[in-house]
C-alpha cells in the first residue's frame, strides 16, 4: 500500500514532534507539509525534514498532495480546521482540545455525521500509553470487581504565561476528564473544581493547583489534582480502586539509582518525554486505520464529551459548586 502522505497545521512544541514522528518513525506515512503561522519556525523545520510550507492552513487541508492532516494548532483554530477536513474527506487527527466550546464541537460531531465517516480522531494519547492500556485491561477483566473511584494527579514543571486559569481546565485537566470516561465506560454527570491557595509562583489571578472531581453517570467517582507550575517535572500518576483492590500507574520507577547518601530516579521533564511512546502508539494506529478509511481511538464524540465536561468545570472553578453536565444523547446526534 502507498504512503500516507501527511500534512501538519502548527509545528509549536506538540506539532514539531509529531512532524519528527511522522518523518522519523512511521512507518506506512510520509510528511508532505507543515503550516505555521510562525513561518521562520514551519520553514526551519521543513527545511530540516524535507518539506514544503503552505503559508495558509486551509490550502494545507485542500493541497491534491495531503491525504491526511495533523492539527497541532491552538484550539481555537480547531473548528474551522476541523469543518475544511470533513468538507474534502481526509481523516484528521486533532490534538485537543476538539474545540473550544460545547455548541462548536458539538456542530463538528455533527458535520462528521453528515459525511458518513469517521474522520476525526481526538489526540487524548493517554489511552496509548502501555501502562494506562494495562490498567484499562485489568479493570475490564473485573479482576478488581466494579471500579468505585480514580484517584488522578496530573503536574507539569511549568507552562507558559499564557496558560490561564481556564486554560488549565480546557488543555490539562481534559485529559483526566478523557481517562475517567474511558476507563469507567460512562459519561461524568457532575464536575466540581476547586482552586486550594495558589502557588505564589505564577502570574496573580491564575488559580493553580486545581482539585476536580468528577461524579460519574453510574454513581463512580474520580478526583483530580492539576498542578501546572509544580517547579519539579512532568508527573501523572492514577490510581484505580475496585471492590477487590486496586491498581496504580505512574509511580514512574524506571532505574532506580543509589550515590553516596541518595537513592531515587528521574523525573521525565514534559509530556513529550512521559508519553513519548505513547504518541509513537498512537500516530501508528492512526496512520494504519485512516489507510483503511477507519480511525482507531477517541473519536469527535470524545471530543465533544471532554468539551461539554471542561465548559462545566470552568463554571465550577468559579463557584466552587457542582455543576451538572450538559450533552445530548449520544443517540440524538449518531443515531
Ligand atoms: C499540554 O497541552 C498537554 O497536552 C499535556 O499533556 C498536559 O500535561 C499539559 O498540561 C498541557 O499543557
Not at 485491561?137 to 484517584?151: Q, W
Not at 507552562?159 to 461524568?188: K, Y
Not at 461524579?215 to 471492590?243: K, L, P
Not at 465548559?311 to 444523547?329: D, F, K
Amino acid at each position: 500500500m502507498t504512503d500516507l502522505r501527511i500534512g501538519i497545521i502548527g509545528v509549536g512544541l506538540m506539532g514539531a514532534d509529531h512532524a519528527e514522528r511522522v518523518a522519523l518513525k512511521t512507518s506506512g506515512a510520509r510528511l508532505v507539509a507543515v503550516s505555521d503561522p510562525d513561518t521562520a519556525r514551519a520553514s526551519a523545520l521543513a527545511d530540516r525534514l524535507g518539506v514544503r510550507t503552505v503559508n495558509d492552513p486551509l490550502d494545507l487541508i485542500a493541497a491534491d498532495d495531503v491525504d491526511a492532516v495533523i492539527l497541532a494548532s491552538p484550539g481555537f483554530a480547531h473548528a474551522e480546521q476541523l469543518h475544511a477536513c470533513l468538507e474534502v474527506q481526509k481523516p484528521v487527527l486533532c490534538e485537543k482540545p476538539l474545540t473550544m466550546d460545547t455548541e462548536s464541537s458539538l456542530r463538528v460531531v455533527e458535520a462528521e455525521h453528515k459525511v458518513g465517516k469517521s474522520l476525526i480522531q481526538v489526540g487524548f494519547m493517554r489511552r496509548f500509553d502501555p501502562e494506562y492500556a494495562a490498567l484499562k485491561k485489568l479493570l475490564d477483566s473485573g479482576d478488581l470487581g466494579r471500579t468505585l473511584v480514580l484517584h488522578n494527579v496530573h503536574r507539569n514543571r511549568t507552562v507558559p504565561d499564557t496558560f490561564r486559569s481556564e486554560m488549565i481546565v480546557r488543555d490539562s485537566l481534559v485529559h483526566e476528564v478523557d481517562v475517567a470516561r474511558w476507563l469507567f465506560d460512562d459519561e461524568i454527570a457532575r464536575i466540581t473544581v476547586r482552586a486550594p491557595r495558589p502557588t505564589s509562583l505564577v502570574a496573580e489571578g491564575v488559580l493553580d493547583p486545581q482539585l476536580a472531581v468528577f461524579e460519574m453517570a453510574n454513581g463512580a467517582i474520580a478526583d483530580v489534582e492539576v498542578f501546572v507550575n509544580c517547579q519539579v517535572g512532568y508527573e501523572v500518576r492514577c490510581e484505580a480502586v475496585g471492590e477487590l483492590g486496586s491498581a496504580t500507574i505512574g509511580l514512574g520507577v524506571d532505574v532506580l539509582t543509589k550515590t553516596t547518601g541518595h537513592w531515587g530516579g528521574s523525573v521525565p521533564d514534559d509530556f513529550r518525554v512521559r508519553f513519548g511512546l505513547a504518541y509513537d502508539i498512537e500516530m501508528q494506529r492512526w496512520v494504519d486505520a485512516a489507510k483503511c478509511g477507519e480511525i482507531d481511538g477517541p473519536s469527535a464524540w470524545d471530543g465533544y464529551a471532554a468539551a461539554a465536561v471542561c465548559t462545566a468545570g470552568v463554571e465550577s472553578l468559579t463557584t466552587g459548586l457542582p455543576v451538572e453536565v450538559e450533552m445530548v444523547r449520544r443517540s440524538e446526534v449518531l443515531g
